[in-house]
């Protein structure tokens, strides 16, 4: 068996600024390339010139659109050579290729959703008010879109198909020229006083306060105290991060009335600040009683009047501009300020789903702007660009390798550029001596060309090579292993023997388990190891909350000091250098557990590797699932970690895939074994004929509701472990798909 394996080397380089021009020279290049190529993209000559997708595509490309004659006016000093600039058609070929592709994708996608309005109406309503369709109709364009423009078969995911849809629907709402519909509804609301006063009560009504995690509505008749307690409260908090901010700097000039309060204060001390601060603030208890009802009627009227005269009513309708409440004033004038944009606000949010209610179901103009849109796909779409700094080296004269004696280093030379247009001098890079680098020497590996990629000044040589000759060890087929991935444990793990309907082993591979023990393969038990002490988890939270404070820092800067550029680069910079942090951190978990895995699988000779499906899960909304959750959602780090030990299973021959994730936290798996109903779950079960199987959860411990078996005998009070019911579950479920 052959395996091919990418490594990554830190090259040493003498003049750092010139390969910099070198690679941005070069990536202009490739986006001039996507530019002038794609002014031909509507030619039926020039589509079919991208239907080929192996290596020898972009080669034919090249010579046809005779891209040699193209030079990016920049950097002019230096010259490319014609073997670079065929380097340089590799990745916009694929860039162009991939967008007519995405082109045609919705195309098609138009002409489905036109038939589809016209026999179901309220799915036209669905799609402008939510961007979605029912997921039955999905299905029905996902198999209409089976296979791509070049006859190709394409397997597009529900959330894959669900970004396509999004995108008409954005380009549907920015380029609708006129909605007579939807003004004729607005229009009408106005001139009815019964719909006119529904809407007013509605938006009156339509605040609350969370008491202990519970939604609370506020009656109209105390909604005036309590938006008096919300003016007052977030003055204390957006003072209380200003003076954080800025309590060393100079703010005598400043224009916000909370920087002035702050220096009319003139203390260095948060706990004298705030002594003093709230001294002042109960005096604003006392502001002006105002009239909401005649308010809110002049908010409407103001509303309705703006979306009526733009050009696209329903995109200022469907999409309002919700920016965060300012403090104009502290005083009475500030308060109404404030009042009235807490009113616009609530307002905006009932608004569409009482014109949507108007309405007849399909919106007429809806299917005219999509004939629009669909002649005008090319100018609407964006142009694929290339951002990173990379370049590729497909032609294997363009390596070389030497082995310095005196240095023990080992030199390469890359003949991509010369200084000048005379000039026979190469750069040479160098590769200091390490183990992976003594792997290129081998005689059973097959060094494919490299990669070169320059990441924060620093120069990256990325080098694939094909290992041939692995042995692979034997695998039981009977044991499976089924893994829950979570937020406590990293992943919980319960290994299964098919044949016996048994659970023979389980782990829960938490921070300590990952990074504080080491696994024995004589007994395939964790030791733990001395003088390590890692708190990952904490060391996250820390660094998330970092990012929390410095994007609420940048989002006052700008607001305060709109101007100073300096400043606000020096945020964004250490904004930056959190999110590296972050990311090395996930990667460094990322690698270990699968490590973790590999090991545990290899022990007891596990054959199949089963994953919850995530594909279909996306990010909710804090107001759905709340602050905590929304902020640490990690669907795309397992989707990471799922890839990841896919692709490192392979190199010992455990094969990979997912299952259903649909319940599997809620079955109780002790009921479900042996059961063809609880476990061959599909997204069209009924929960209504599962609910014997199903349990109660309470935190991290999962109680089942059927303490007797169908003969009378006791249950034993199953309780477990929710993950490793989760992960046992996982175990039992059949495949829907192998990814390795």
């Known amino acids: 068996m052959s395996q091919i394996i990418t490594r990554k080397f830190g090259l040493k380089v003498d003049n750092i600024d010139k390969i910099q021009q070198i690679f941005l020279k070069f990536r202009d290049f490739e986006n001039l390339i996507i530019t002038g190529l794609l002014s031909y993209a509507d030619d039926t000559d020039f589509i079919d010139r991208f239907k080929r997708k192996a290596k020898i595509g972009y080669k034919t490309a090249y010579d046809y659109f005779n891209i040699n004659r193209l030079a990016p006016q920049t950097y002019l000093e230096l010259d490319f050579k014609e073997r670079m600039k065929r380097a340089a058609m590799y990745y916009p070929y694929f860039a162009i290729r991939n967008y007519l592709i995405r082109k045609n994708n919705l195309t098609r996608i138009i002409d489905l959703l036109k038939v589809l309005f016209l026999n179901h109406p309220f799915e036209c309503v669905n799609f402008i008010r939510n961007g979605t369709i029912t997921r039955q109709h999905l299905i029905g364009i996902k198999h209409e879109l089976s296979h791509n423009i070049y006859d190709e078969r394409q397997s597009l995911s529900i959330e894959y198909l669900v970004n396509h849809i999004n995108q008409l629907r954005n380009l549907l709402l920015k380029n609708m020229v006129s909605n007579i519909e939807i003004n004729d509804v607005l229009n009408n609301t106005l001139e009815n006083p019964s719909r006119m006063k529904h809407i007013i009560l509605e938006s009156l009504n339509g605040f609350s306060v969370l008491r202990k995690r519970h ?99 329903l995109y200022k309708l469907i999409a309002p501009k919700i920016k965060p409440i300012l403090i104009e004033s502290i005083d009475d004038a500030g308060f109404l300020e404030y009042i009235k944009i807490k009113l616009r606000y609530k307002v905006i949010s009932i608004l569409p789903d009482i014109i949507f209610q108007g309405t007849s179901g399909i919106i007429t103009p809806v299917l005219d702007s999509i004939d629009l849109i669909k002649g005008r796909l090319s100018d609407l779409l964006n142009i694929p660009m290339i951002k990173t700094l990379t370049i590729n080296l497909p032609f294997r004269e363009q390596l070389w390798k030497n082995v310095s004696d005196d240095s023990g280093d080992l030199s390469q030379s890359f003949i991509f550029t010369p200084l000048k247009k005379s000039a026979t001098t190469y750069f040479k890079f160098s590769i200091s001596n390490t183990p992976r680098k003594e792997a290129l020497f081998r005689n059973d590996i097959y060094i494919s060309p490299p990669i070169l990629k320059l990441q924060h000044r620093k120069l990256i040589l990325i080098q694939p090579f094909e290992q041939k000759g692995i042995e692979i060890p034997d695998h039981d087929d009977d044991i499976e292993m089924g893994i829950d991935l979570g937020l406590k444990h990293f992943a919980v793990i319960s290994i299964r023997d098919k044949q016996r309907g048994d659970e023979i082993a389980r782990y829960f591979l938490g921070q300590k388990a990952i990074f504080g023990n080491k696994f024995n393969h004589d007994d395939g038990k964790f030791i733990p190891l001395t003088d390590i002490n890692r708190n990952i988890k904490r060391k996250l939270m820390h660094l998330r909350s970092e990012v929390r404070d410095i994007q609420t820092k940048k989002a006052l800067y700008e607001i305060n000091f709109p101007n100073d550029g300096k400043r606000q680069f020096h945020i964004d910079k250490t904004l930056s250098c959190l999110w590296d942090k972050i990311n090395r951190i996930h990667l460094e978990i990322r690698n270990q557990l699968t490590h973790r895995v590999l090991q545990i699988a290899q022990f007891h000779r596990v054959s199949l590797v089963k994953f919850e499906d995530l594909s279909w899960s996306k990010h909710s909304r804090k107001a759905v699932s709340g602050k905590w959750i929304a902020y640490h959602q990690i669907h795309w780090f397992h989707s990471k970690i799922i890839q990841h030990v896919g692709q490192a299973a392979k190199r010992v021959g455990i094969k990979v895939g997912v299952v259903n994730a649909r319940w599997s936290s809620q079955i109780c798996s002790h009921c479900a074994k042996g059961n063809n109903v609880a476990l061959n779950i599909t997204m069209q079960s009924n929960k209504n004929h599962l609910h014997d199987y199903f349990g109660t959860r309470t935190g991290k411990q999962f109680r089942c509701k059927q303490m007797l078996y169908k003969d009378g005998t006791s249950h034993h009070k199953f309780e477990i472990d929710a993950d490793l019911n989760a992960a046992r579950n996982v175990s039992m479920r059949p495949l829907i798909r192998l990814l390795i």
């Open 215 to 313: 939604e609370i509505k506020i009656k109209a008749d105390k909604l005036l105290y309590h938006l008096k307690k919300f003016f007052i409260t977030s003055i204390k908090r957006k003072s209380t991060r200003l003076f954080k901010i800025y309590m060393d700097k100079d703010i005598s000039k400043a224009k916000s009335p909370l920087l002035q309060m702050i220096h009319s204060i003139g203390t260095d001390n948060l706990s004298d600040f705030k002594r003093e601060r709230d001294v002042f603030l109960p005096s604003l208890e006392n502001l002006a009683d105002i009239d909401l009802y005649p308010l809110c009627k002049d908010i409407i009227d103001e509303i309705v009047e703006n979306i009526t005269s733009s050009e696209c009513p």
